[in-house]
């Protein structure tokens, strides 16, 4: 089956914009799981969401907010972009987001804020 | 809060060798315990999951360790091969919610 997928793959904002980033789950999965990764932080955990419902959330200020719809496709949204929003941004399926499931990443997409 | 420590130092090995990463943790025990690789540009890949309960799993040439006296899981890689390159990430659950937490990883070079 299909893997996660998640568009645009490559994204340049200027400070101050907006930005929604996409991602698809694979089939049958409910859960899905935002990170963000960069050099100094690694990969950290911005919100899950499962049944269309936020059920966890990391430590990133309120520019940060997601949804999910029916489907379990996935939106990230990031307002009033700054320099240090640069990152890889990747979503992770899984089929019910406990901890003992095996998460599914997708590709990413490369945010660069300039 | 829970801080997980990996290897900062990239390790570097002979192809056929066996690779040892390390994961420590600090507070929190967790319940599961979770290994993903990552090569550059592309999201992390799922490997092994081993529970507190036990000691190790294997699955091929991979093995995973937990010891949850020493707060610390190992990660052998046996007859290593250039293709093993890459980043390898330990994931814990946390003790509040339902969430897993990364390590920075530790970048493994096999070399010919």
């Known amino acids: 089956k299909a893997g996660v997928t998640q568009t645009p793959r490559y994204l340049i904002k200027t400070r101050g914009q907006q930005v929604t980033l996409s991602c698809s789950p694979i089939?049958?999965?409910?859960?899905v799981s935002w990170y963000q990764q960069t050099p100094g932080q690694g990969l950290q955990f911005l919100f899950e969401?499962?049944?269309?419902?936020?059920?966890n959330k990391g430590n990133f200020p309120g520019r940060f907010s997601g949804r999910q719809f029916s489907n379990s496709r996935s939106e990230m949204n990031v307002s009033t972009l700054e320099l240090g929003d640069s990152a890889l941004y990747l979503c992770?399926?899984?089929?019910?987001?406990?901890?003992?499931?095996?998460?599914?990443f997708g590709p990413g997409t490369r945010l660069t804020v300039t | 809060s829970q801080k997980i420590e990996q290897n900062s130092e990239a390790l570097n090995i002979q192809e056929g060798k066996t690779a040892t990463l390390t994961c420590n943790y600090t507070?929190?025990?967790?319940?599961?315990l979770q290994w993903y690789r990552q090569d550059p540009g592309r999201g992390p890949v799922f490997l092994l999951l081993?529970?507190?309960?036990?000691k190790e799993k294997r699955k091929e040439r991979l093995k995973v360790t937990f010891d949850t006296t020493l707060k610390q899981s190992l990660f052998h890689i046996t007859a290593s091969q250039p293709a093993d390159s890459a980043t390898y990430l330990c994931?814990?659950?946390?003790?509040?919610?339902?969430?897993?937490?990364f390590g920075a990883g530790t970048i493994l070079r096999v070399k010919s």
């Open positions: 994931a814990l659950d946390m003790e509040y919610g339902n969430k897993l937490v």
């Open positions: 969401y499962f049944s269309e419902t936020q059920r």
């Open positions: 992770a399926s899984s089929l019910a987001g406990r901890v003992a499931d095996e998460q599914y």
């Open positions: 507070n929190y025990s967790p319940a599961y």
């Open positions: 089939s049958g999965h409910r859960s």
């Open positions: 081993i529970r507190e309960n036990e």
